[in-house]
């Protein structure tokens, strides 16, 4: 047999076994949380070697159905229902009705929502940050870090800069709650009528800490989107920096086809 025909059989081999573990564990015969069988056990179960374990492994960690800790071994994974990211999210009845957006939107997905506020307080903008806010680096303003849940499990974490000048008479902004309808509730308030949203979208593989942050194995995808909220007169009054589990959301958006 030719070593191209070896490497294709061992090829094979390490996907069958992907795809019956996979199969298990969406019929839930390896439940969510529940550990992945070893090495050892795996290489026994199926009469292979363990570099093909180890293959069949590292392709279900492709797959975003199980997470690998260090010294700890591989489980299945708990994810939340897929939750859809839709422009809708800012309509201003949102906003009237009470809802910021995560939690309009993550309602329609079926999940229970929740929220950790991680910072709140003047810090310097950062270059990028500052560019859109149009304000040199290093200049004042506020930073509101916040980290979303759904059933429990972290889903993606945002941090929103403000200019220093807008927010230092709102005091809800500086509050871990600002009240129904969220900080852009508070803006609209404050004369500040939102009129446009603009964000930037890119895929990228998770740094180490955000990949701890969102409970993430090693090298997982993450939706890295930066928004800027546009007032009358074009003045960004905010830049919301978001990084979001890859595998949890889908961008879900509508815009006129005129020009």
């Known amino acids: 047999m030719a070593s191209g025909d070896v490497t294709s059989v061992a090829k094979a081999k390490y996907l069958q076994i992907a795809d019956d573990l996979a199969g298990q564990i969406k019929t839930g015969a ?3 949380g529940a550990a992945v069988p070893s090495e050892s056990e795996l290489m026994e179960r199926y009469g292979v070697a363990s570099g093909t374990v180890r293959k069949a492994v590292a392709e279900l960690r492709t797959m975003q159905l199980i997470e690998t800790h260090h010294g700890r071994g591989s489980f299945v994974r708990s994810r939340p229902p897929v939750q859809r990211k839709s422009s809708d999210r800012f309509r201003r ?3 009237k009705a009470g809802k910021a ?16 506020v991680l910072f709140i307080g003047p810090t310097e903008a950062p270059e990028g940050i500052a560019d859109r806010l149009g304000v040199a680096v290093g200049t004042k303003v506020l ?8 059933d429990g499990v972290p889903t993606e974490e945002a941090t929103s800069y403000l200019p220093w000048d807008v927010v230092k008479d709102i005091p809800e902004m500086f509050s871990e709650n600002p009240g129904g309808g969220g900080i852009y509730a508070r803006l609209e308030e404050n004369g500040y009528g939102l009129v446009e949203f603009t964000e930037t979208v890119r895929a990228r593989l998770a740094t180490k800490a955000e990949a701890a942050s969102l409970a993430l194995s ?3 995808p993450v939706i890295h ?8 007169g074009e003045r960004v009054v905010e830049v919301c920096d978001t990084i979001m589990a890859a595998d949890q959301f889908v961008l879900d958006y509508r815009f006129p086809a005129g020009d």
């Open 218 to 220: 090693p090298g997982s």
């Open 143 to 150: 930073a509101r870090k916040r980290r979303y849940f759904r």
């Open 30 to 32: 390896l439940a969510a």
């Open 225 to 232: 989107l930066v928004r800027n909220a546009i007032s009358g």
């Open 101 to 116: 957006a995560y939690l309009a939107e993550a309602e329609q997905s079926g999940g229970k929502p929740s929220v950790a």
């Open 93 to 95: 009845s949102h906003r």
